[in-house]
Structures are given as C-alpha cells and as structure tokens.
C-alpha cells in the first residue's frame, strides 16, 4: 500500500486563527440574501428549479471564490518573494453530478471534476522559479486545498507569460477540455512556462513537479497523459 504523505506538517493553533462569520436570509424561491461585515449580496438559483435567476448560484459563488482566492494568494506570495506581476487571470471550469443535490443518487453533491487555469503575467522567465512559485501558491492557497482535501479530481493549470490579455485563462481552460472558444483572446504572447498540479504531481525522481518551457497553452510533457485523462473525466 502507498502511504499517503500528509501536505502539511504543522497543525493550526488557536492564537493565530481569524473567525469569518456571514448570516443568510431566506426570500423565497430558493434565494437567500446573505449578509458579510459591511456588504451584502444575493444567492439564487434558476427559475428551472424553482428559483428567480436573479443571482449566481452557490456552487458558482464557490466558483468564483476558488478563482479569487488563488488571485490573492498569488499576490501576496509574489510580494513575499518579490516577483513581479503585470497581470493575473484566472477560469474555473467545474463538473457537478446534479443527483446528488436532487437526491436522486447517492454520489457526492458537490463538484466531483474541476479545472483551473491560471494565467500570470511576469517579467520572470527562469523555469525552476515559476515551478516553485506555482507549487508555493498552490500549497497555501485555501481554495485549493479545500478542493483537494474534499475528493474533488482538481486540476490546477499555469502559464507564465510576460502579460495577460483579456479571456487567455477562458481559452486556455475551454481548448484543454475539448470544449468551444467563443471569447479568443488577441495578443496573447507565448507563455515562458506552462504546468499542471505544481504542489502535486512529482517528476520520476520524486523532485519537482514536470513542466514545458515556451509550450503555447498546453501542459507540460509529462502532465500530457495524466491531463487528458482528468478532461475526459470532465467531459463524461
């Protein structure tokens, strides 16, 4: 049997922990309006359920939050590690078996397949740093760990680029899972450096994580077969 080793070799203690609160409120028709420190915001769901569609859901909402969390965490290590930044995009693309909400089937209800790509904009242009800072980003990146830690089948794509333009994540996210590009972005330099699961997947040795330097969207060598096989996942 293979021993799984734990990501994390210290526990959380208490002096050094925040407390996050928020407070729901029901409307009606499957819609809660949700109150957090000073701002306030709608939860819906379509009408097709029995809701309003005047909101996203809140699988989305966690969507979005995976995409902004991992914003934040990029920003803050690039600063601690003094990278520079001209840009960060990022696309969430998730796969989520609707029985289990429903009740119907007895699977997880929560996402089962999740793609995120991850576009950064950087002067920097050595390998071995954006590999490290990839890895770095994706081991404190709360999102990401969450999605990791709840058996969801993550997939965390990077490209390093000297910029971002707009829907290059979008692109990036919809060409590796076979689906349609209806937003393709213009003026996209060619990425510098590309890989997948940087705090993850491990090259033969057991070192760092596989990745291709100059590879235009795609994921490193290595990453091909086990890539494919994740979209596939994504697309049944």
Known sequence: MTRVQPRF?????????KTL?????????????VAIRGFAFTVDEPEAIGGRDEAPTPMEYLAGAVDACITVTIDQAAARRGLGLTGISTYSLARQDRRGLAGTADVQPYFHAYRL?????????????????AAAVEHSCPAVNLLRDANVDLTVAWSFAARTVAHDAEAACNLALGYPVPNAPVGAPEPVFTCEDA???RGPD???????????????AADAGT????DARVRA
Request: glycine share 16%; charged share 20%.
């Open 199 to 201: 705090d993850v997947r």
């Open 206 to 220: 057991g070192g760092a994580p596989a990745g291709r330097a100059g590879a235009p969207g795609t994921a490193g």
């Open 227 to 230: 890539a494919g096989a994740a």
């Open 9 to 17: 070799t210290e526990t959380p203690v208490d002096s050094e922990s």
């Open 117 to 133: 790509q991850v576009c950064v904009g950087t002067p920097e242009t050595d390998p071995a740093v954006l590999r490290d800072f």
């Open 21 to 33: 609160r928020a407070a729901g409120t029901w409307t009606g028709r499957q819609q809660t309006r």
